[in-house]
């Protein structure tokens, strides 16, 4: 077991890739905590994780909230005797032309993907840092850290901006032993993902099969849609990685739609 009794909390970890993440974290011996909006779906997935013999809680997080972060961070000490692991997975898309982009929604997507990455590193580094067990802080960017699509601008400045995140926490937190990095999937059929088809396919004026072979998977090397298995795999290699010598990168799980 690669993280045998560390505390992990994955935000987002309701659905999709964070959801994932938790359950293959419980597999590796780690406290999950499942730290969502959706208590229900939460609830569910602590189940799950607890009925194949894993150990696992849920908090209520909204991680754009101060007050919520902070209080959630606090009962998973309590309960679990510090913070190991972050992954700040929370996300969501919204898809417009520039052009025709609300400040409202760019606002709510900055806020979500930047400043609920902020709240979460903070809190949990404040953790880390107190119980002087060091700590990883996984962030879910995308190959839109480092690519840019059309009908994205929040997003793909959102997740840009996680890459700098990362890398100040790699050199703010090194003398705790807390490293940092970035995980950067290309598309993989969440929720999330399954929403923006057929939103890309009118705004685009495309088929939606269309928007999945020529828009979504065009640049990758084989035409496959990475999977929340490919990102979850890779979430435990950083999690577990026992040395500062792997810290402020970001490493892109992408069938090779982007290349460093
Ligand atoms: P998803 O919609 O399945 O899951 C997102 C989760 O985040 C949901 O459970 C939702 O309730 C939660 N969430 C949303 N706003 C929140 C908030 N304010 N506070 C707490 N939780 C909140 O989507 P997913 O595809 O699993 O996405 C997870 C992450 O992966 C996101 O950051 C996304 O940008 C990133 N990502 C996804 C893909 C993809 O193709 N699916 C690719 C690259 C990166």
Redesign the pocket.
């Known amino acids: 077991m690669l993280l045998k009794n560390k505390v992990a909390i994955i935000?987002?970890?309701?659905?999709?890739?964070?959801k994932e993440i938790a359950v293959e974290f419980a597999k590796q011996g780690a406290k999950v905590v499942i730290?969502?909006?959706?208590s229900d779906?939460a609830k569910a997935t602590v189940a799950d994780i607890t009925k194949a013999g894993g150990t696992a809680m849920s908090i209520a997080?909204?991680?754009?909230d101060e007050a919520q972060v902070e209080q959630g961070v606090a009962e998973v000490v309590a309960a679990y005797g510090g913070v190991d692991v972050l992954v700040s997975?929370?996300?969501?898309?919204i898809i417009s032309s520039l052009v025709e982009l609300s400040l409202d929604n760019w606002k709510k997507m900055l806020a979500?993907?930047l400043d609920?990455a902020f709240l979460t590193t903070r809190a949990c580094m404040r953790a880390m840092i107190k119980t002087g067990r060091g700590g990883s802080i996984i962030y879910?960017?995308?190959?839109?850290s480092h690519e840019a699509s059309p009908l994205k601008a929040p997003?793909v400045a959102a997740?840009h901006g996680l890459l700098g995140l990362a890398k100040v926490v790699a050199k703010e937190g090194a003398k705790d032993g807390i490293r940092s990095n970035v995980i950067c999937?290309?598309?993989?059929r969440?929720?999330?993902?399954d929403k923006q088809i057929p939103e890309q396919a009118k705004s685009l004026g495309i088929s939606e099969s269309d928007v999945i072979r020529n828009v979504m998977l065009k640049e990758t090397v084989n035409g496959e849609f990475?999977t929340v298995q490919d990102v979850a795999q890779t979430a435990v290699f950083l999690a577990a990685f026992e040395t500062n010598a792997l810290t402020g990168q970001s490493i892109t799980v992408s069938h090779g739609w982007h290349m460093q």
């Open positions: 935000t987002g970890a309701a659905s999709g890739i964070g730290a969502d909006l959706v779906a997080m909204n991680v754009t997975n929370a996300g969501i898309q979500i993907h609920g879910m960017g995308s190959v839109h997003y997740k999937p290309g598309f993989v969440t929720g999330l993902v990475t």
